[in-house]
């Protein structure tokens, strides 16, 4: 793939990687890219760079443009070595290049690497002038890490955020018009779900910085760049951070023999019949990212799981660590599940969502064996009583 002209005289130089499958945990159904931004002013810049492994692919792409020897600036707006991890490569053939970095991204890269590096320490408001252009500093901690930061270039109106607004996609296509919202939609959703939820305090805040800025371009380090849909993932974005759900139920649950699904498909049976669009995840053959995405717009998420090794089912365990870790807020929870002789899944799953404060306004649902005819209408009804419930629900 050529450079690509995102502005007259920037260059999107990174990678695509096609084969990515699995991020952090997470699956990546779409592969991912590693974005730099190449700005050939009177000092030349490279903002961000990409994956070990992916250098040469963005090497050729920066060679195209100019000799790299000649970067005068590498900009490091995240350590993370999806982000960061070509610096020392890029320092061997851009000797005399600064690294500019937040004061935390100072101390990560040197932590990481184990080399002095020419560091240009940035926060807040600083600003570097590289011709007719101006490149300005907004630290963002905790989106998603520390040492996190944005690049903004006034000029052309262009905001390079790091992590905010990414996507895990391989594309040809570098625009968001070129791929289409729907598209572009669910995999910024899953970004969010999976990496962003848990500092939605922070994205407000960073939200709220970056409002005075005019931008018509977006340029994250993952995924599309945006320009026609800025509003809509903005929009989103506001949402998001805010923990707003959509009046929807998703139901979530793993089965060894049946009873469990069989008390699924009942809860939801009672929830459409209150007009709940409901959302039904089997983690048998679910994968955890999709289930998280579901979750971040739904207001009501039951969780159902089998007593095994007087527990909770291992994959049902694996995906509430996930919730645990993410927090999603403002949510109305509710368990169920079956068991042979003991019984305390549904239990335990009850204490894990009590702990995350979630509204718990009905005591969870726990049979023995096979649920029979009047137990599953048992079930049903209860699925009802939550759909009314969550009809009547006025939060967010």
Excluded: C
């Excluded at 959703?189 to 939605?200: D, Q």
């Excluded at 849909?229 to 903005?234: G, Q, T």
């Excluded at 009942?266 to 019949?273: Q, V, Y």
């Excluded at 971040?296 to 994959?315: C, D, K, Q, W, Y």
């Amino acid at each position: 793939m050529e450079p690509v002209e995102i502005k007259k005289g920037i260059y999107w130089v990174g990678a695509v990687d096609w084969d990515l499958r699995n991020f952090h945990g997470y699956a990546t159904h779409s592969g991912t890219t590693y974005n730099a931004y190449l700005i050939i002013d009177e000092k030349i810049v490279l903002v961000d760079n990409v994956k070990t492994g992916f250098f040469d692919e963005m090497l050729s792409r920066i060679r195209q443009v100019v000799d790299p020897s000649k970067i005068d600036y590498i900009v490091s707006n995240h350590t993370e070595m999806d982000h960061s991890g070509s610096i020392l490569e890029l320092i061997k053939i851009a000797p005399n290049a600064k690294v500019v970095a937040s004061p935390q991204g100072e101390k990560a890269l040197k932590r990481h690497f184990k080399k002095e590096m020419n560091f240009q320490v940035v926060k807040t408001g600083d600003s570097i002038p590289i011709g007719k252009r101006t490149l300005k500093f907004l630290l963002m901690p905790m989106v998603h890490w520390p040492d996190s930061m944005a690049t903004y270039i006034p000029e052309e109106k262009l905001l390079l955020p790091n992590d905010a607004f990414g996507q895990h996609i391989a594309s040809a296509s570098r625009f968001d018009d070129e791929v289409g919202w729907d598209v572009l939609f669910r995999e910024a959703s899953k970004y969010y779900a999976t990496i962003v939820m848990p500092f939605g305090e922070q994205v407000k805040k960073a939200l709220s910085d970056v409002s005075p800025f005019e931008i018509d371009m977006i340029g994250p380090s993952h995924g599309i760049i945006w320009r026609s849909y800025i509003p809509k993932i903005v929009e989103s974005y506001v949402k998001w951070s805010a923990n707003a759900t959509q009046k929807k139920a998703l139901i979530v649950y793993y089965s060894m023999w049946g009873s469990t699904e069989k008390i699924a498909y009942a809860l939801r049976e009672g929830l459409e019949k209150k007009g709940i669009p409901v959302t039904i995840r089997n983690l048998e053959v679910a994968d955890v990212s999709d289930v998280l995405t579901d979750l971040l717009e739904s207001r009501m998420v039951l969780i159902g799981s089998p007593t095994v090794n007087a527990g909770i089912f291992p994959p049902v365990s694996n995906l509430l660590s996930f919730i645990k870790g993410l927090k999603p807020k403002n949510r109305i929870g509710f368990a169920f599940g079956s068991y042979g002789w003991s019984g305390q899944a549904v239990k335990e799953i009850e204490g894990i969502l009590k702990s995350l404060g979630w509204g718990m306004p009905i005591e969870g649902t726990n049979l023995v064996y096979v649920p029979d005819d009047d137990e599953l209408r048992s079930a049903s009804g209860t699925g009802e009583k939550l759909g009314e419930i969550l009809k009547n629900d006025g939060g967010m």
